[in-house]
């Protein structure tokens, strides 16, 4: 933008090159084709066409075309003119603001987000999902961002939300904010580390990601200068911002700046004054000729001029409170508006007279002293000084200097209230006599200087003294004499009038603006302070006037003249003249413009340039602004414009601008437009209510359109409104026009639609809750606009009745979206199978949680009040699933059971929801799946109780183990699924009475030991205990919200489980006895795998009935413990036949050695054969091999169980049970043969089986209290003391001793 202070020769240049523009239609100026019509007839229709002739055309097509282009032509000429108009009363406002201020309190608003911007936000997020980024981050904010990037950054709403402007950079650092809330709060706790700390350094890591690969100080500074500019803006940058509102090129810019006066805060007041005096002409007008506006009530015609005057008193008030100054910077400072109750009164000026007392000037003078000139009779080296005084102030001295060189450059400054001040400066040296007491004057000078004295330095002759022999002497000085604040001009002038100054006389003048509605004229003498005549200007009007005969003196005239006195002046030169006819012009504040004569000559010739030479700057810019067009813009009385229809335009234009700018305003204007816009109501007297219904209406346009509109700040303007026409005065005026209220009612109706419309589709208008609070503002607006007046509520019925039918609506809309969303990822054309049909339906369950939940988080707390109706939404939204729900269940296959992930999906979140708890959808969900489960739990029972019988029935009771260890390894599936997988019947089922097939064989996976920690188990009872666990884990997970139902499908479960587990337990007891009572009763018998699994499946029956059959209630505890007890029964009967088969094991060692019996046949003739035999080869020891076998399956059998069974209780049981038997049947057997003496060959035997049962045992950690019993010690003594009897008889034992020693025989193994 041009400065407005540019010289002359920079301007000339651009207005010769631009001056074509001006005189054509501007092709950039924007022309809203619903109001090229409008509100024209605030401007005078245009004095000459600017359309020249064109050649007509035979074709009557062509000619309707020219006429179109014509009337085109037409219409964007005067839109321009109609721009440049308003144009110029804007910076008038700018130049001289009186009334308002650039507001401070205004929230700051964001930058806003762009398309192209949104799209580079999604591509640094998933580059940082890819991992192209160096920012480290953990599982948990990978998983936030990818949950962020894909439900709000990728979201269809979000991009509509950036195409109309509503979110700004720091909405999506909150979503953000608020998105991972949740998730930190519920992540554990880490000594040591905050949740706080986690979530700064999330945020951290947000913003590094969203600001990429961006320098963050470029930013912040980018940030800076865009807050400030929000803040406050100067005089320059306003008027840049109206230009590009209005369309207006620059070099008319500065044509009519420098036209305007702009830069002259005087000329600014002026017009002030005399747009105030036309208000006050105007409504004294419509007063007399009764051309009313057409109000609701006749009385509040004679109200509306009392208004109109008021207004215009008002103004003055705040006009007069304005501090008088000649201008400087633009001070944004609140205006002081007069705090008493005087208002000022046009017509009665005799009352404000002013006297000599109430003039008070006071000046600045700098009086600098540069050098002497002609000092030629001193010695070169005499002292020299000079002295300077302002007479009747204080005397000041200069440096000293030599003769040779009198410079000094030396200032003074002095203050006095003296127009007319004489300066008196004198020239010493210093004296060389002894007996002398002063200094020596040379010469002095005396100065009358005034404000339009040269400021430059001259050259003064000095009146020397007659001490002084130098006639010639003259000094060199500048005087400054600085123009007070309040003296608006001053000069020599010759007068004449019939009250003052009644004699034609050349006389000193000082124009001095006493306030900003008092000016006067005073006649100064030399060295006063007081004026020595005064004429006070109000009510005078200036003109040019032509010489007049008789008064000799003065070549240029001019007067001032007021009813019943005249007073004629007269300056020395036109220039002059024309300075003081303008300055009067401005202090009268007269509606009459004087047109000097020079440019009445200039209009008259065409070619008479020479007239205007001695014409001011000021004078040429007007004639500038005139050549280009602009005189009629420039002298427009604004008066007679409809400032209503003007200010409408500008506020439309400017509204335009500023959803257009890059920050998110949502409607709501900058400072600086706010400050413009309230200083041209004020001035021009635009009503409250016409501007807040034509910015509501404007508003509205755009929200109709699509545009984001802050909800508050259509409330303030209503409600600005409602107050008006209902006659609560907001801004004073009680008057309220038909056209206000008509007005009203239609933008009413109009902005309850809209703003039901947003309820309705509040997903879309307010996504993710953004813009904040502006759903709940809303909600209050609505409620405001259907109050009937500003006094009584609404009903709360009748709002809330509003609202359930909007959110009716909003549900239907919603759950439409929803299913066209689900629809774009499906293949349409395809032929849907009822499971294609299930896995949309619970695609769309999943879209419905996430609709409710987002409904929740985001936009619950606006309908805070409405509670119950955003219940009544969610279960109008899932009545509408609800019907495609039922009609994919219907089309199910009765067979399948695949459709319970679908309950367990709705039924966890609906369970989870206080309010949909157990609501409509809630029960009918119940209601359609409690059938399903009961025959699912039916056939399930059936199955397994079938898949026992004909498994144990061909059991093989191998242990799963074996079975699976050449199976292939698989990976472990994921069992903590969210919705586990339903066990699937093995068989399909027409009916709950049915007969059920062979079930197949069970192979256990290779997993499940992983699952039920148990590897030993036969495959039918790992198969019954997996699908009892997966029966009842599946029940758990459905979370039956109905206590009593759950309950009983809890008991059914709890009781099926222990049924089943006692049919296992039984049989698996009648296996164990059955095989064993086939098996060998020799020490040839071995403990099989099978019967060890038998006992492991005991084991796992015990665990499992622990957790299947547990339950705190009074029968069915007392069932359990009944299970328990079988089990306990039926292992000890296990261990008892076990232990019987062990007994008979070792019954049948002793029946062989019974043979050796002392006094049978056959033991006398063993015994011979043995010892015959020994004497001609090495014969082993006899019976050592029975022995050594029976010892060999003792071992054996031990490590069998030891390895093989799972329960330690039960091993240690059975070896004190076994331990215990046999040693009573050894003790049994050597209590029959008391009276006998053991055979060499039994004593041996019976050693050495005694001492390896003992040992053996107590390493299978049977206690000594056991080991060591009565029996054993009867035993141990018997053997002992036959052994001892051997001894003698025998000649020895050959090493077999009872002796407690390590020591064992050579084969001992």
């Known amino acids: 933008m041009l400065d407005p202070s540019s010289s002359e020769e920079e301007s000339d240049g651009i207005v010769e090159e631009e001056c074509k523009e001006a005189t054509a239609p501007q092709a950039g100026t924007r022309i809203s084709p619903s109001r090229t019509t409008e509100s024209q007839g605030g401007l005078a229709p245009s004095s000459s066409s600017r359309s020249s002739a064109r050649p007509t055309s035979p074709s009557p097509s062509a000619v309707s075309e020219e006429k179109e282009d014509l009337e085109k032509l037409q219409r964007e000429e005067e839109e321009r003119k109609k721009k440049l108009q308003l144009y110029v009363f804007v910076m008038r406002c700018v130049a001289y603001p009186f009334n308002a201020k650039q507001p401070t309190d205004m929230a700051r608003r964001q930058q806003k987000i762009t398309k192209q911007q949104l799209q580079q936000t999604k591509d640094r997020f998933q580059a940082f999902l890819n991992g192209d980024t160096q920012i480290v981050a953990d599982e948990a904010f990978i998983n936030a961002v990818q949950s962020y990037h894909e439900v709000f950054l990728k979201s269809d709403r979000v991009a509509k939300m950036v195409q109309s402007?509503?979110?700004?950079?720091?909405?999506?650092?909150?979503?953000?904010?608020?998105?991972?809330?949740?998730?930190?709060?519920?992540?554990?706790?880490?000594?040591?580390?905050?949740?706080?700390?986690?979530?700064?350094?999330?945020?951290?890591?947000?913003?590094?990601?969203?600001?990429?690969?961006?320098?963050?100080?470029?930013?912040?500074?980018?940030?800076?200068?865009?807050?400030?500019?929000?803040?406050?803006?100067?005089?320059?940058?306003?008027?840049?911002?109206?230009?590009?509102?209005?369309?207006?090129?620059?070099?008319?810019?500065?044509?009519?700046?420098?036209?305007?006066?702009?830069?002259?805060?005087?000329?600014?007041?002026?017009?002030?004054?005399?747009?105030?005096?036309?208000?006050?002409?105007?409504?004294?007008?419509?007063?007399?000729?009764?051309?009313?506006?057409?109000?609701?009530?006749?009385?509040?015609?004679?109200?509306?001029?009392?208004?109109?005057?008021?207004?215009?008193?008002?103004?003055?008030?705040?006009?007069?409170?304005?501090?008088?100054?000649?201008?400087?910077?633009?001070?944004?400072?609140?205006?002081?508006?007069?705090?008493?109750?005087?208002?000022?009164?046009?017509?009665q000026e005799d009352e404000n007279t002013l006297s000599k007392s109430d003039v008070v000037l006071s000046f600045t003078l700098e009086v600098v002293i540069m050098e002497v000139q002609g000092l030629k009779s001193l010695a070169p080296n005499r002292i020299v000084y000079c002295t300077m005084e302002v007479e009747g102030g204080e005397k000041l001295q200069t440096d000293q200097a030599e003769a040779s060189k009198p410079t000094w450059g030396t200032q003074g400054d002095f203050t006095t209230t003296h127009p007319l001040p004489g300066v008196k400066v004198k020239l010493f040296t210093e004296s060389t006599g002894v007996l002398a007491l002063e200094d020596k004057e040379l010469g002095r000078v005396v100065l009358h200087p005034t404000p339009n004295s040269p400021k430059q330095s001259e050259l003064h002759k000095m009146t020397v003294t007659k001490a002084c022999p130098d006639q010639d002497l003259r000094i060199k000085l500048a005087i400054r004499m600085d123009k007070p604040q309040n003296m608006k001009h001053c000069g020599y002038l010759w007068a004449f009038g019939k009250n003052v100054w009644k004699r034609w006389k050349k006389r000193f003048f000082v124009l001095v603006q006493v306030s900003q509605y008092t000016f006067a004229m005073c006649s100064y003498r030399e060295k006063k302070s007081e004026p020595q005549e005064l004429l006070q200007l109000d009510g005078y009007t200036v003109d040019y006037s032509d010489p007049q005969p008789g008064l000799d003196g003065g070549r240029a005239f001019f007067n001032a003249v007021k009813e019943g006195d005249t007073v004629m002046f007269a300056s020395d030169d036109e220039q002059d003249r024309i300075l003081w006819v303008q300055a009067m012009y401005r202090a009268t504040g007269q509606s009459h413009k004087p047109v000097p004569p020079t440019q009445v000559q200039k209009l008259n010739s065409k070619g008479g340039a020479s007239a205007q030479m001695d014409?001011?700057?000021?004078?040429?810019?007007?004639?500038?602004?005139?050549?280009?067009?602009?005189?009629?813009?420039?002298?427009?009385?604004?008066?007679?414009?409809?400032?209503?229809?003007?200010?409408?335009?500008?506020?439309?234009?400017?509204?335009?601008?500023?959803?257009?700018?890059?920050?998110?305003?949502?409607?709501?204007?900058?400072?600086?437009?706010?400050?413009?816009?309230?200083?041209?109501?004020?001035?021009?007297?635009?009503?409250?209510?016409?501007?807040?219904?034509?910015?509501?209406?404007?508003?509205?346009?755009?929200?109709?359109?699509?545009?984001?509109?802050?909800?508050?700040?259509?409330?303030?303007?209503?409600?600005?409104?409602?107050?008006?026409?209902?006659?609560?005065?907001?801004?004073?005026?009680?008057?309220?026009?038909?056209?206000?209220?008509?007005?009203?009612?239609?933008?009413?109706?109009?902005?309850?639609?809209?703003?039901?419309?947003?309820?309705?589709?509040?997903?879309?208008?307010?996504?993710?809750?953004?813009?904040?609070?502006?759903?709940?503002?809303?909600?209050?607006?609505?409620?405001?606009?259907?109050?009937?007046?500003?006094?009584?509520?609404?009903?709360?019925?009748?709002?809330?009745?509003?609202?359930r039918k909007c959110l009716e609506q909003a549900a239907q809309l919603n759950y439409e979206r929803i299913k066209e969303y689900a629809k774009i990822e499906e293949n349409v054309g395809r032929l849907v199978t009822p499971a294609k049909k299930l896995e949309e339906t619970i695609r769309l369950a999943e879209l419905v949680i996430e609709v409710l939940q987002q409904n929740q988080e985001h936009h619950a707390e606006a309908f805070a009040w409405w509670t119950d109706l955003m219940v009544e939404h969610a279960e109008n939204f899932l009545a509408l699933y609800a019907i495609d729900m039922d009609a994919a269940l219907e089309i199910q296959s009765p067979e399948s059971w695949d459709s319970f992930p679908l309950f367990q999906l709705l039924n966890d979140f609906l369970r989870a929801d206080y309010h949909l708890c157990n609501g409509k959808f809630h029960k009918h969900l119940q209601d359609l799946y409690a059938p399903l489960v009961v025959r699912y739990v039916d056939l399930m029972e059936s199955s397994i109780a079938q898949s026992i019988h004909k498994g144990f029935e061909r059991e093989s009771w191998e242990p799963?183990?074996?079975?699976?260890?050449?199976?292939?390894?698989?990976?472990?599936?994921?069992?903590?699924?969210?919705?586990?997988?339903?066990?699937?019947?093995?068989?399909?089922?027409?009916?709950?009475?049915?007969?059920?097939?062979?079930?197949?064989?069970?192979?256990?996976?290779?997993?499940?030991?992983?699952?039920?920690?148990?590897?030993?188990?036969?495959?039918?009872?790992?198969?019954?205990?997996?699908?009892?666990?997966?029966l009842q884990t599946f029940i758990r997970d459905l979370h039956w919200p109905e206590e009593e139902f759950?309950?009983?499908?809890?008991?059914?479960?709890?009781?099926?489980?222990?049924?089943?587990?006692?049919n296992c337990v039984k049989r698996t007891r009648m296996a164990f006895e059955s095989k064993l009572t086939k098996s060998s009763k020799s020490t040839d018998f071995r403990i099989s795998p099978t019967l060890c699994t038998m006992f492991n499946v005991m084991v796992d029956a015990k665990d499992q009935s622990a957790k299947l059959c547990a339950m705190e209630m009074g029968q069915e505890k007392q069932y359990h413990s009944q299970i328990d007890e079988l089990i306990e029964e039926s292992v000890k009967d296990m261990i008892q036949f076990l232990v019987a088969k062990f007994v008979a094991i070792l019954d049948g060692v002793l029946a062989k050695i019974s043979r050796y019996d002392e006094g049978t046949l056959f033991s006398s003739f063993l015994s011979f054969t043995v010892k015959a035999a020994s004497k001609y080869v090495d014969v082993p020891k006899p019976g050592m091999d029975v022995a050594d076998g029976y010892v060999t399956f003792v071992r054996h059998s031990q490590d069998i169980l030891r390895d093989k069974v799972n329960e330690e209780v039960y091993i240690e049981r059975l070896f004190d049970q076994w331990y215990t038997a046999t040693m009573n049947l050894l003790g049994t057997w050597l209590t029959e043969r008391m009276d006998q003496q053991l055979h060499v060959y039994q004593l041996k035997i019976l050693i050495r089986i005694t001492k390896k049962k003992y040992r053996d045992f107590r390493l299978q950690g049977v206690l000594d209290s056991t080991l060591n019993s009565k029996m054993y010690d009867t035993v141990r003594n018997r053997l002992t003391l036959e052994e001892a009897t051997a001894s003698v008889r025998e000649g020895g034992m050959q090493g077999i001793s009872m002796k407690d020693s390590d020591e064992e025989d050579e084969d001992d193994d």
């Open 615 to 803: 014409a001011p700057i000021s004078q040429f810019y007007a004639d500038r602004a005139q050549k280009h067009g602009m005189d009629e813009f420039i002298s427009a009385n604004p008066c007679s414009f409809d400032h209503a229809s003007l200010f409408e335009m500008v506020q439309r234009l400017t509204l335009d601008h500023r959803l257009n700018d890059t920050f998110c305003c949502l409607g709501w204007f900058s400072p600086g437009q706010v400050f413009v816009l309230d200083e041209y109501c004020a001035r021009n007297g635009v009503r409250g209510c016409h501007r807040h219904l034509c910015y509501l209406r404007d508003l509205l346009e755009r929200a109709e359109s699509g545009a984001i509109i802050d909800p508050t700040l259509l409330h303030y303007s209503f409600a600005f409104c409602a107050s008006h026409v209902h006659g609560n005065r907001p801004d004073g005026l009680t008057t309220v026009k038909v056209d206000e209220k008509e007005r009203f009612e239609d933008i009413k109706e109009r902005l309850r639609v809209i703003l039901e419309n947003q309820i309705v589709h509040f997903r879309y208008f307010f996504p993710f809750g953004r813009p904040e609070g502006a759903l709940k503002a809303t909600l209050s607006l609505l409620e405001r606009v259907l109050m009937k007046d500003i006094v009584t509520p609404v009903p709360p019925e009748e709002v809330k009745g509003v609202i």
């Open 165 to 347: 402007g509503g979110f700004s950079a720091n909405d999506f650092r909150e979503v953000f904010k608020r998105h991972i809330e949740k998730r930190v709060r519920s992540l554990p706790e880490i000594d040591g580390l905050s949740k706080e700390t986690v979530l700064s350094s999330w945020m951290a890591k947000f913003d590094t990601i969203y600001r990429g690969d961006e320098d963050p100080r470029k930013a912040q500074q980018r940030m800076t200068a865009s807050a400030a500019s929000e803040l406050i803006l100067s005089k320059d940058q306003l008027y840049e911002m109206f230009q590009n509102i209005l369309g207006i090129k620059k070099f008319e810019h500065q044509l009519l700046y420098q036209a305007c006066q702009l830069d002259n805060l005087d000329e600014q007041a002026a017009q002030i004054r005399r747009e105030l005096d036309g208000r006050l002409q105007m409504a004294d007008q419509i007063a007399r000729g009764g051309k009313f506006p057409k109000f609701v009530s006749k009385e509040m015609e004679a109200m509306y001029i009392e208004e109109l005057k008021s207004s215009v008193n008002q103004l003055m008030a705040n006009l007069e409170s304005m501090p008088v100054s000649k201008g400087g910077e633009f001070k944004l400072q609140k205006m002081k508006r007069g705090h008493n109750t005087s208002i000022i009164d046009m017509g």
């Open 960 to 1030: 799963v183990k074996s079975l699976t260890s050449n199976l292939p390894n698989v990976n472990l599936p994921n069992v903590n699924l969210q919705i586990p997988k339903v066990p699937n019947l093995p068989v399909p089922v027409a009916g709950l009475s049915v007969n059920l097939p062979q079930m197949p064989s069970f192979s256990t996976p290779s997993w499940m030991a992983a699952i039920y920690d148990s590897d030993n188990g036969s495959g039918t009872s790992e198969d019954l205990f997996w699908k009892l666990d997966a």
């Open 1046 to 1062: 759950a309950k009983h499908l809890e008991s059914r479960i709890q009781l099926m489980s222990s049924n089943m587990i006692e």
